[in-house]
């Protein structure tokens, strides 16, 4: 018996954030698939091959998240993850990650529509371009690095490019998905907003007895 949340979107969106409250609302385990996508993108930066660093990685790879948050781990992130035989290395570490008892929330790009399909709750959060680009450029420079906004924008431009064109589980919301735009919400309103949603189908899977009670 678990409850699985799949929460897609663009860099910057804000489904991190989501994905944390939603897990926390509900003694989830959660599971920011980007982070795989950066270590194995850190791996290559240091002159691993793409395939051979996926197929690797170990979880103290993307144990340390903030040191995976820098500008080029992004970019290498964002190339790597185009990559048909990265993706599929790390398909597995995922759904078994999903299907752990208890039940999971996994943030990234193609939760819902290729690691989780069946997920009983899939949101696909977004927001627009220059929103996300002021929030991610003000999150770089808390943490210290020496970025411009245009630098930022353009980069969530060329990330967006490559997320939404790939051949390979290109980004796009699942049928089934609930839009979450969160370009005029703060945030704690997005998460509440996203906690209802979930809250709903939660309700409605206990009332079933499909999810144990007091979870």
């Known amino acids: 018996m678990r409850l699985t949340v799949a929460i897609d979107g663009p860099a ?8 944390r409250a939603v897990a926390a609302e509900f003694g989830l385990a959660h599971l920011d ?41 992004a970019q290498a992130a964002s190339q790597v993850a185009a990559m048909a035989e990265v993706r599929e290395a790390l398909v597995a570490f995922q759904r078994a990650f999903a299907c752990r008892q208890g039940g999971a929330v996994l943030d990234g790009r193609d939760i819902g529509t290729v690691i989780c399909p ?15 680009a002021g929030r991610r450029f003000r999150e770089l420079r808390e943490a210290g690095h020496e970025v411009t906004l245009a630098a930022v924008a353009a980069d969530l431009a060329a990330r967006d490019r490559r997320d939404r064109a790939r051949a390979t589980a290109p980004l796009t919301p699942a049928e089934d998905a609930l839009l979450l735009d969160t370009s005029e919400l703060n945030i704690k309103e997005a998460t509440a907003r996203a906690i209802v949603a979930v809250r709903a189908v939660f309700d409605r899977l206990q009332a079933a007895g499909a999810v144990p009670e007091g979870q």
């Open 33 to 73: 698939t980007g982070l795989l996508y950066r270590a194995v993108g850190r791996r290559v930066l240091a002159g691993t091959e793409p395939v051979e660093a996926a197929q690797g990685l170990r979880r103290e790879d993307f144990a340390d998240a903030q040191a995976l948050r820098t500008p080029d781990v």
């Open 12 to 19: 910057a969106a804000g489904k991190g954030t989501i994905a």
């Open 118 to 132: 069946d997920a009983e709750v899939k949101l696909f959060v977004t927001a627009t371009d220059d929103i996300r």
